[in-house]
Every structure is written in structure tokens, then in C-alpha cells.
């Protein structure tokens, strides 16, 4: 049976799995799915038509599954889903989506710290990062092993690539390229996240190859279809060239530019 503490409210049709851990004064609704070696710490709320996975762990007064902060919310069923591995800090808040039959989605492995918050209808890989009240809003993507610092902002509908490093107290409004570090209010593109690649086990010579892609397409002066035509004849396409490359091309909102001051779309 799970191990509940007396003070926990727990609504009768919520879906617990055997082996979760509930502490003093949590709630947790009547449409929750909660998987496997799940832990809730204390003092935390979880709503909504909202599933987490297995080996979870929310900390007090995170709140998961709440309606969207979206003034064409109108009811219906939203939803919020949670892989497995994720932790819950101190106050972080995860939303249901806005439409109805829409969710927000959070992959596995991920760390949201204090105060972060994911909005409606995000898509989350997994081993994200985000640290002390870094924000997504609605629709935002970020891709697998991403890392918001503290206080960075996304703009609703971006993209954050895989691998990115976005440095504290930054905001962008357009989308970030993978494998790299941005800064800035619609700031800049600094260079390569070196370390964050050979974390995940990108080859020396692979990042060799994403240090002369940064130089062609962040600092050559070329305009995008230019730059993306030198990639494609000089460089190795490896997959990170070729990931680089579909991110582009799949934008809807423009890349976060570099350095160079005369870099053109």
C-alpha cells in the first residue's frame, strides 16, 4: 500500500501506485496518475488530468497540473504528462494545456529548481535543466539536455535546441539553435556548449566540426541560405551538422543570431 501521511488529501478516484511515498499536507486530485517509487516530500498539489511516471520526486509547495495561465482557457479536459526520474523543487509549477484534449509534456530525468515554471503546452526533453526561476511559456520546445539558468526567460512558440546552455537572466524570442550557449536579452550566440557536448559523448573531432559550423553560420557575414550552403559543401555532415541543419529549416519564428553584427537572415 502506499505509505500516505494522515494529514494528505487525497482524492479517492486519484490512481497511486503501491510503493509512493505522500507527506504531511499534500493534495492530490481526483483525475492524478502517480507511477512507481514516486515520492511526494510534503506541502505540494497535484491537479489536473495529470500522470507522472515512475521514481518522481516533488518537493513543498510545487504545484503540477494546474490550469493553463491562459486567458482563452475555457475548461475541458487538459492534460500534463510526466516521464519518469523528474524532481520537483521548492515552489516549481507545471501546467496543463490551454485547448481542450491538449497537454504539456515533460520528458524523463529532468530538474526543475526553485521556482521555475513550465507553461501550457510545452514539450520538455529529457535531462533538462532549469534552474532557479527560469520560465517557459506557452507552446515552448526544448530539446533534450537543455539548461535554463537562473531567471532566463523563453518567448511562447521557441524552440531551445538540444545541448543548449542558456546563461542566467538571458531572454530570447527566437529559436536557439542546438549545441550552443546564448546570452543576453534577444541576445547573442556565443560559441559552441563544449562542455555540455562531450557530456552527452560527442566525439572530440564532432565537436571540431560544430566549432567551424558556429564560425560559418554565426560569424561569417553570409545570410542563412548562404551559410547553410558552405555547411553542406565544407563540412562533414555528421549528425549534429545534420541536426543543426533540420532546426533551421523547421523554424518559424528565426534563429538567435551571433557575434557579428552584420550577420543577415
Known amino acids: 500500500m502506499p505509505k500516505i501521511h494522515s494529514t494528505a488529501v487525497i482524492d479517492p478516484k486519484a490512481v497511486i501506485a503501491d510503493d509512493v511515498e505522500i507527506g504531511p499536507l499534500c493534495y492530490v486530485g481526483p483525475n492524478v496518475k502517480i507511477g512507481n517509487g514516486s515520492r511526494l516530500l510534503s506541502q505540494c498539489n497535484i491537479d489536473g488530468y495529470t500522470t507522472l511516471g515512475e ?11 494546474q490550469n493553463a495561465q491562459d486567458l482563452s482557457y475555457a475548461g475541458g479536459e487538459t492534460f500534463l504528462e510526466i516521464g519518469n526520474g523528474n ?11 490551454t485547448k481542450p484534449g491538449t497537454k504539456t509534456v515533460i520528458g524523463d530525468n529532468c530538474y526543475f529548481m526553485n521556482h521555475s515554471h513550465v507553461a501550457h503546452n510545452c514539450i520538455v526533453g529529457s535531462g533538462v535543466i532549469m534552474v532557479n526561476s527560469a ?39 527566437q529559436d536557439i539553435a542546438p549545441f550552443v550557449i546564448a546570452e543576453g536579452r534577444n541576445g547573442t550566440i556565443k560559441g559552441i556548449n563544449v562542455i555540455g557536448c562531450k557530456r552527452a559523448g560527442i566525439s572530440v573531432e564532432n565537436i571540431k566540426v560544430l566549432r567551424e559550423l558556429f564560425k560559418i553560420y554565426f560569424l561569417s557575414g553570409l545570410n542563412a541560405t548562404n551559410a547553410v550552403e558552405k555547411i553542406r559543401k565544407e563540412l562533414p ?6 541536426e543543426f541543419i533540420d532546426f533551421l529549416n523547421t523554424s518559424e519564428r528565426g534563429i538567435s543570431q551571433g557575434r557579428n553584427p552584420e550577420r543577415r537572415a
Open 237 to 242: 555532415q555528421t549528425p549534429e551538422v545534420l
Open 135 to 173: 520560465c517557459a511559456a506557452g507552446y515552448v520546445r526544448i530539446g533534450d539536455r537543455a539548461i535554463l539558468s537562473a531567471y532566463s526567460a523563453i518567448h511562447q512558440f521557441c524552440r531551445v535546441g538540444r545541448l543548449v546552455m542558456v546563461s542566467a537572466c538571458s531572454v530570447f524570442s
Open 55 to 65: 521514481n518522481n520526486t516533488v518537493h513543498p509547495f510545487a504545484a503540477l497540473g
Open 87 to 97: 524532481t520537483f523543487r521548492e515552489g516549481a509549477t507545471v501546467h496543463c494545456g
